[in-house]
């Protein structure tokens, strides 16, 4: 059984930046590829960013590449995303989630299957304003 607790969360103007962190608990941290999604008011979940169980490999929606970074310290039992350049409609519950089967090559796979995850976080709010 892994626990998953996000944080980090806050009210943020647009341009503002805001690191989030899922700590995780148990000692198989590293078996499992990791994902952050969100959801917005009214909204369906949407995924955000994946990392690979090591660390090397990541992958992005489109509409945060080039303003968020997702990273991890297996050493901890942590995974991070660093938002820079907040808009509103970034606006969101963020969760994080864990996926024992999806491996390096195939992170894609969080952008379109819910069932793979084998944990989820309950979130922390992220509210940006204009």
């Known amino acids: 059984q892994v626990q998953l607790v996000e944080s980090g969360g806050g009210l943020v103007q647009a341009g503002g930046s805001l690191r989030l962190s899922c700590a995780a608990s148990?000692?198989?941290?590293?078996?499992?590829?990791m994902g952050w999604f969100r959801q917005a008011p009214g909204k369906e979940r949407e995924f955000v960013a994946a990392i690979s169980r090591s660390g090397g490999t990541t992958y992005y929606v489109d509409s945060v590449k080039g303003r968020f970074t997702i990273s991890r310290d297996n050493t901890k039992n942590t995974v991070f995303l660093q938002m820079n350049g907040l808009k509103p409609e970034d606006t969101a519950v963020y969760y994080c989630a864990a996926s024992s089967s999806i491996t390096a090559q195939r992170l894609g796979v969080f952008s379109y299957s819910v069932a793979a995850m084998d944990y989820w976080g309950k979130g922390t709010l992220v509210t940006v304003s204009s």
């Open positions: 148990g000692r198989t941290f590293s078996r499992y590829a």
